[in-house]
């Protein structure tokens, strides 16, 4: 299940995903990062932190933390991106780079814009 939030914000997508785990799960903490250790977009937060929006304003960055609520069979994933970075031009930028065999960071290093 895929839930975004809508807040009075400018900018950003905070979304929250659920999971029900069908078998046993192991350490999904580490497979996550794992996974995405060496993903130059994706941060994978410690597990049960809370992200923030205005931490990847401007940026073409996901950071996600895991929660396992009382440890119990469902797995919740919280989401944020930058919805005009991530979620749009930067995005395109990335694909296009991967499509032509470029550095798939290229553009797309700036620092993120704090408020």
């Not at 400018?10 to 995903?17: D, E, N, P, Q, V």
């Not at 996600?64 to 994933?77: A, C, K, M, S, Y």
Request: with cysteine.
């Amino acid at each position: 299940t895929f839930v975004p939030h809508l807040t009075p914000m400018i900018r950003g997508i905070h979304a929250t995903l659920y999971a029900e785990l069908t078998g046993p799960a192991g350490d999904l903490q580490a497979r996550y990062e794992a996974r995405y250790g060496d993903e130059p977009f994706v941060d994978v937060l410690p597990a049960g932190s809370h992200p923030e929006t205005r931490s990847v304003r401007g940026a073409n960055t996901c950071r996600i933390p895991l929660h396992r609520p009382q440890d119990g069979d469902t797995l919740v994933i919280l989401s944020v991106i930058d919805n005009l970075v991530k979620g749009a031009a930067g995005q395109a930028v990335q694909n296009l780079n991967i499509m032509f065999g470029l550095v798939e960071t290229a553009g797309l290093d700036g620092i993120a814009l704090l408020p």
